[in-house]
């Protein structure tokens, strides 16, 4: 495998942008893939965010939070121009069709894209947030993580974004899956984050004549691929560097691999449809129809119930296909968004058959915990008891992230065109209202 390694230096909208190429080889080999039980730990008290010095760095701004508006923030509506021009008057033929996986990932999960590599034979694009230098991904990738497998030769290209001019504590989430997606050099593209490993029938399934023919006929098909999270079988969460690797095989021995294997595991309540917690961010998914559904039937999803509808699709890549918005960092509403601007550009939501995407049951990250801290924290009444004065909850990485969606929205409605073939459905749930 070449990886080809592109450093950006910081974020892609906001900041300078140099170059830095170097290919490395990697070996070709194999592997077989080897799920969520969550101990109770003491909420900690909510962290305040140093709102004026991070927004500076986040989008360029000195202004507080409140004064901040959609204007400000740099709302992008379609992917930069290195990106194909697409349009149904000069259709695709079905033989034409070819698909990248994308991913973006963190240092300490690199060991997870030779999965990707063992269930998805064809090409991958991954960003990478490291300052590592290409001789140190290489070792990870082929000698520390030798256990898990490698991947085949010419199969992955990384690109990097360094860490400079990050503000400290974020993951650039959208930036990365942006960059990821400026590899691919394929007609189409699956996008997937790290930790979500496809079956490994879906590269497959995804060039069978019944998608590529629907994907043919329009350039606006996303095809949603289910997904379904497994209880973990132990937690490799601060243990050593060799307990943790026997926690990891044993649960990737758990990881099913194809329809069979989920359906068993699934009707021994060990699989379920992805976060139940979260029932708008796979809600839309019709489960109940797919567990019925043939290898690489194509089953369209009539309506959306819920803005935060976040499925994983298969879709073409357009200069028109909406970008991941960038002020979007770490955990919360990251994905969303882009759905919610591809509805409303006129993209229409398939389901496809036989496929899915398992999630790998990991500890909870630090974005996740950064993003509950704060209002709704059943200890978040101790910061009201030290202060005399009410707390304003956007100085919390949630309020934050609601205070951006709420002008993301107000972007869409004023500056993207109405063009939505999917309605939302009846008695779709308002949870836009569901913020601070």
């Known amino acids: 495998m070449f990886i080809t390694f592109t450093k950006f230096h910081q974020m892609a909208h906001y900041y300078n942008i140099t170059n830095d190429h170097d290919s490395i080889q990697l070996l070709?080999?194999?592997?077989?893939?080897?799920?969520?039980?969550?101990?109770?730990?003491?909420?900690?008290?909510?962290?305040?965010?140093?709102?004026?010095?991070?927004?500076?760095?986040?989008?360029?701004?000195?202004?507080?939070?409140?004064?901040?508006?959609?204007?400000?923030?740099?709302?992008?509506?379609?992917q930069p121009s290195m990106a194909p021009l697409c349009s149904n008057d000069t259709p695709l033929l079905p033989?034409?069709?070819n698909f990248?996986?994308?991913?973006?990932v963190s240092e300490d999960r690199l060991w997870m894209l030779t999965q990707h590599c063992h269930r998805w034979p064809g090409p991958v694009s991954a960003a990478v947030f490291t300052d590592f230098p290409a001789s140190r991904i290489q070792q990870i990738l082929l000698r520390e993580n030798e256990v898990y497998g490698k991947c085949s030769l010419n199969q992955v290209t990384i690109t990097t974004l360094t860490k400079a001019g990050v503000p400290e504590g974020e993951y650039p989430v959208n930036a990365l899956r942006n960059l990821a997606l400026q590899n691919v050099q394929t007609t189409h593209l699956f996008y997937a984050d790290v930790d979500f490993w496809s079956s490994e029938n879906l590269y497959e399934t995804l060039h069978s004549s019944s998608v590529t023919t629907r994907l043919s006929q329009d350039d606006k098909l996303a095809l949603v691929v289910p997904a379904f999270q497994m209880k973990r079988q132990c937690d490799d969460h601060g243990t050593s560097k060799q307990a943790s690797t026997m926690c990891r095989l044993n649960n990737m021995e758990y990881m099913p691999m194809n329809r069979s294997e989920i359906f068993n595991l699934i009707q021994k309540e060990n699989v379920t449809a992805f976060d139940p917690t979260n029932k708008g961010g796979h809600g839309s998914t019709l489960y109940e129809e797919w567990y019925l559904q043939q290898d690489g039937e194509v089953r369209d999803i009539p309506c959306i119930s819920s803005n935060r509808y976040e499925p994983y699709v298969a879709v073409r890549y357009c200069r028109h296909l909406?970008?991941?918005?960038?002020?979007?960092?770490?955990?919360?509403?990251?994905?969303?968004?882009?759905?919610?601007?591809?509805?409303?550009?006129?993209?229409?939501?398939?389901?496809?058959?036989g496929v899915f995407v398992i999630h790998y049951p990991h500890h909870t990250a630090k974005a996740r915990k950064a993003w509950s801290a704060g209002k709704r924290s059943s200890n978040s009444h101790l910061l009201e008891e030290e202060t005399s004065t009410p707390i304003d909850w956007t100085q919390f990485k949630r309020g934050q992230v609601d205070k951006f969606f709420v002008e993301f929205r107000s972007w869409l409605n004023a500056a993207v065109e109405e063009k939505s073939r999917v309605e939302m459905c009846v008695g779709a749930v308002n949870d836009d209202e569901n913020l601070w």
């Not at 202004?63 to 508006?69: A, D, N, R, Y």
């Not at 909406?322 to 994905?335: A, C, I, L, S």
């Open 28 to 78: 070709h080999a194999s592997s077989r893939n080897a799920t969520h039980t969550k101990k109770k730990k003491k909420e900690p008290i909510p962290t305040l965010i140093d709102n004026k010095e991070a927004l500076a760095k986040l989008i360029g701004t000195n202004k507080s939070l409140s004064e901040i508006t959609w204007k400000d923030l740099h709302f992008q509506q379609e």
């Open 95 to 97: 033989d034409q069709i």
């Open 100 to 104: 990248t996986l994308v991913t973006q």
């Open 322 to 353: 909406p970008p991941f918005q960038e002020v979007f960092t770490g955990y919360g509403k990251n994905k969303m968004t882009q759905i919610m601007q591809m509805r409303r550009t006129g993209y229409v939501f398939s389901q496809v058959g």
